[in-house]
Structure formats: C-alpha cells, structure tokens
C-alpha cells in the first residue's frame, strides 16, 4: 500500500445514499500523470453506468493543493511527438469522460487548482470550494498554452475571464473570483464548511428522480457534442509546442523553481 500510494491512486468509494467519491492523489501536490488521469476516465464510466449510483463527487486527498495538473516529471521527460500528443490528450479525455457521464458530478475542490486542475473544475456539473481553492492558468508560462482545458474553462466563465487567466499564468485569481465568473457555485470559508454543505447537497440531489438528473446533464452539456474532436485538436497543438526550443527552455526553467 505504501508504494501505491507513493505513486499516487485514484479510489470510487459508493455510499448507502448513493453518492459515489472519486477521489485522486498524488504526493506532488496531487498532480495527474497519464496513468491518474487515465484511471479517472474509467472511474467516471464505471461510476456513471453503475446502477446504484445516482451523483458521483470529484475531490482530491488532503494536501494544501487540490490539484497541481499534469505531471511536471512526466512533461519534462518527453522527447517525441506521439509521446507529447498522449500527455496533452489526457486532461482531454478526462473531460470528455465527465461531459459523457451520465450522472451529475460535484465537484470539491478544498485548495489550489493550477491548470489542468482547474480543467478538471470546469468539467464538473456543480462546483463548490473553500476560499483557499484559488486557480491559476499556467501553461503560456511553460511554453504552450491552456488549449486542451480551454474550451471547458471558457464553456463556464466565458471568453473574458478565461483570456484573463490564460494570459496571466502567474497570478492566482481568488476564490471568491471564481465564485464571481461561474467556475464555482459555491465558496465557503472553511473546508468543514465546504464538506457540510456538500454532504447537505449531495443527500439532497441524489434524491431526486434520476431521469431528471439524466435529461438535465445533457441539456447541461448541449453544444459540446464535438469535444471528442475538439479537445484532440488541442491536444496536437500543446504536444507540437512543448517540443519546441522555447518551451524545452521554458520547461527547464519553470522546473527549476519549483
């Protein structure tokens, strides 16, 4: 167990009401390397078509951060193009499983969400935080930029706030922020606040007629009928990008200070 969870896991935990958790972690600041990522797109099919399961809640293990995206480790070691289009894809197909998922998703987010973090936010079907759950865009800072997350971030705050974040992939927006453009819903100022209204929440929504649930995620996700396409074109820009000169040097030296 120990070495599992050096590596970092994702675990499904169904409750009596039926709540489903899925919940991440990763030592380094809960990053998600490709085997993460691709453990939660299964996560969210089996959670999704698993008959006892009426809402499913994205959160991640305790750690100051909620999620600190894609594998900095991982990044830096990519040398090919085929290697770099697998990395860039898998924030994408995260997405695209959480848009295809038919049960409404909560998320949880109790800290920091750095890039593909705050992807993971915006793919959620209701988001609530603590006001430490500050974002940040962070891409253009290494060389490339927030192409393959994009679509959702801007499906919720819109093309102004999304362009903010995104050329600015220094600086933290707050959470109440969020709160203020639509990423969250909700922000509460502590985590044990966050967890009472999201139990109070949750009980509540998984009460309800679930082909309502049903008719209103894809009503909630009407438009987006061509992600699976879209997110993979993203995909091909970020991985010929983080091959190039400028970003390899970007790259080095983002690593550097962290």
Same mark, same amino acid.
């Given at each position: 167990?120990?070495?599992?969870?050096?590596?970092?896991?994702?675990?499904?935990?169904?409750k009596?009401?039926?709540?489903?958790?899925?919940?991440?972690?990763?030592?380094?600041?809960?990053s998600?390397?490709? !085997?993460?990522?691709?453990?939660l797109v299964d996560?969210?099919?089996?959670?999704? &078509?698993?008959?006892?399961? @009426?809402v499913?809640?994205? !959160?991640?293990?305790?750690? %100051?951060?909620?999620?600190?995206?894609?594998?900095?480790?991982?990044?830096v070691?990519?040398?090919?193009?085929?290697?770099?289009? %697998?990395?860039?894809?898998?924030?994408g197909?995260?997405? &695209?499983a959480?848009r %295809?998922?038919?049960?409404?998703?909560?998320? !949880?987010v109790?800290?920091?969400?750095?890039?593909g973090?705050v992807?993971?936010?915006?793919?959620?079907?209701?988001?609530?935080?603590?006001?430490?759950? +500050?974002? %940040?865009? +962070?891409?253009?800072?290494?060389?490339?930029?927030?192409?393959?997350?994009?679509p959702?971030?801007? @499906?919720?705050?819109?093309?102004?706030?999304?362009?903010?974040?995104?050329? &600015?992939p220094?600086e933290?927006?707050?959470a109440?922020?969020?709160?203020?453009?639509?990423?969250?819903q909700?922000?509460?100022?502590?985590?044990?606040?966050?967890?009472?209204?999201?139990?109070?929440?949750?009980?509540?929504? +998984?009460?309800?007629?679930?082909?309502?649930?049903?008719?209103?995620?894809?009503? *909630?996700?009407?438009?987006?009928?061509?992600?699976?396409?879209?997110?993979?074109e @993203?995909?091909?820009?970020?991985? !010929?990008?983080?091959l190039?000169? *400028?970003?390899?040097?970007?790259?080095t030296?983002?690593?550097?200070?962290?």
């Amino acid at each position: 167990m120990e070495n599992i969870t050096q590596q970092g896991y994702v675990h499904t935990e169904i409750k009596t009401n039926g709540v489903a958790d899925i919940t991440f972690f990763h030592p380094n600041h809960n990053s998600l390397p490709s !085997r993460l990522l691709q453990a939660l797109v299964d996560a969210f099919a089996a959670a999704g &078509n698993h008959p006892d399961v @009426r809402v499913i809640v994205l !959160r991640s293990a305790e750690h %100051r951060t909620f999620c600190a995206g894609a594998s900095f480790d991982e990044l830096v070691a990519i040398e090919d193009y085929e290697t770099s289009l %697998r990395f860039f894809s898998g924030f994408g197909n995260v997405i &695209n499983a959480m848009r %295809r998922c038919p049960k409404i998703i909560v998320g !949880r987010v109790h800290g920091k969400a750095v890039g593909g973090g705050v992807g993971l936010a915006a793919g959620t079907d209701f988001c609530m935080a603590s006001q430490y759950g +500050s974002v %940040r865009l +962070s891409e253009l800072a290494v060389g490339f930029g927030p192409f393959v997350i994009g679509p959702a971030v801007e @499906r919720k705050v819109g093309v102004s706030a999304f362009s903010q974040m995104a050329l &600015n992939p220094g600086e933290w927006q707050t959470a109440a922020w969020a709160k203020e453009k639509g990423l969250f819903q909700e922000v509460f100022e502590t985590v044990e606040q966050l967890d009472a209204y999201l139990d109070h929440f949750t009980q509540n929504l +998984s009460a309800y007629n679930p082909e309502a649930l049903a008719e209103l995620k894809k009503i *909630f996700w009407q438009g987006t009928e061509h992600w699976d396409t879209l997110l993979y074109e @993203r995909a091909t820009l970020s991985g !010929r990008m983080a091959l190039s000169d *400028f970003a390899k040097t970007a790259i080095t030296a983002f690593k550097s200070k962290t």
